[in-house]
């Protein structure tokens, strides 16, 4: 491939580092804690985070994307004995109790009820300890080395334990949900369940996590507590679509940690819109196209989130000349993009028109010669 290069450096999006007052992470109240970012998993704040820790309810974030990923979310669920009466939060769940897997999700990650992780945990495994199987093996498929799971609720067990940088990269995944991430953004919900004698009853549901009332930027994700574990949370923020997950166990003070470090990294990275759909076009010659040129162009955007104040700059590559026939949406070239030098991403360049292949097939010398004869 023949290759024409145009360079342009985009001042227009040259950032400076964030003039942003950050509070002073020296104060996070956390034993351990760690912030990344979701789009890369860049790790941008760790005290502690490899240290294998408690994470009483938290657990619950990895109970719920089991139960997600599970299957219909509409389906009615019998509650069986064993979930009920279990210890800490509840929804006083009754055994026979009916209401639908997407019902007990909601009550799983507002309320927090410990009866509602062990209904899905029966419903989707058949036993509390098959589903901690199908925990584990979820973790070990997330690359997680320290992280063990006994139970779908976060009561406390000498082998349930995770870290803090691994319950960041749990959070990550279920954040990609798009499921998950509409429940634990919700402040509030209401759900039906039908008792055993046929009487159903609606119960509204509160959202433990006081983040989503202190900042409309909070999206999640959920909260835990027991006297052994101490407070623990987990969060996600987003602004200028930037997306942080914030982690801390045994927090005493982890409303404001949460808060300080989504400021901390809002004000480190920066959201880069690198290409609009459509927004690179390119006239490229081509015989028998219509005024001899067929016009290229980018159908995706393409947007990449690092630190603040990187130079970013594009070439063009493409052929020099399109030989007929060029369908009509053809890949053709490409917009590569570089951050100080380095690639970072591209967009192909997809030809906008059908040119077909001429049926005079005369060379250019040979139709001079027949208009002589």
Not at 145 to 173: C, K, R, W
Not at 259 to 264: A, G, I, K
Request: glycine share 6%; charged share 20%; with cysteine.
């Amino acid at each position: 491939m023949k290759i024409f290069r145009k360079t342009l450096i985009l001042t227009t999006v040259f950032f400076m580092l964030s003039q942003t007052a950050v509070l002073a992470l020296d104060d996070v109240s956390a034993h351990s804690a760690v912030l990344i970012e979701q789009s890369t998993g860049d790790v941008l704040y760790e005290k502690n985070a490899r240290q294998r820790m408690s994470m009483a309810s938290t657990t619950k974030i990895m109970t719920a994307l089991c139960a997600i990923e599970s299957g219909d979310l509409s389906r009615t669920v019998e509650v069986h004995p064993g979930a009920c009466g279990v210890e800490g939060s509840s929804i006083y769940l009754q055994t026979g109790d009916r209401l639908t897997m997407e019902a007990l999700l909601y009550s799983l990650m507002l309320e927090s009820a410990n009866d509602a992780a062990a209904a899905i945990a029966y419903e989707v495994a058949g036993s509390i300890d098959a589903f901690a199987r199908l925990m584990n093996e979820t973790a070990a498929e997330f690359g997680l080395s320290d992280t063990h799971f006994t139970n779908p609720h976060g009561l406390d067990d000498e082998q349930h334990y995770t870290t803090a940088a691994d319950l960041a990269v749990i959070a990550s995944h279920a954040m990609g949900n798009e499921i998950f991430a509409k429940i634990v953004s919700s402040r509030r919900q209401t759900v039906s369940i039908t008792h055993k004698d046929g009487e159903t009853v609606e119960r509204v549901l509160l959202n433990h996590n006081k983040l989503l009332r202190l900042s409309d930027e909070v999206t999640g994700v959920k909260t835990g507590f027991t006297r052994h574990s101490g407070r623990c949370l987990v969060s996600s923020a987003c602004r200028n679509g930037v997306e942080v997950i914030a982690v801390t166990l045994n927090a005493p003070d982890d409303w404001n940690d949460h808060l300080s470090l989504h400021e901390f990294g809002f004000a480190s990275r920066t959201r880069y819109t690198l290409a609009e759909p459509g927004e690179f076009t390119v006239q490229l010659p081509c015989p028998t196209a219509r005024d001899g040129v067929i016009t290229v162009c980018n159908r995706d955007g393409l947007a990449f989130v690092r630190e603040n104040g990187l130079d970013i700059t594009h070439t063009v590559e493409a052929d020099r000349l399109l030989m007929p026939p060029v369908q009509e949406g053809q890949k053709v070239g490409r917009v590569v993009f570089y951050a100080s030098g380095t690639e970072i991403g591209e967009v192909p360049l997809y030809s906008c028109e059908f040119v077909s292949e001429p049926t005079d097939t005369r060379s250019a010398g040979q139709k001079i010669l027949d208009l002589f004869r």
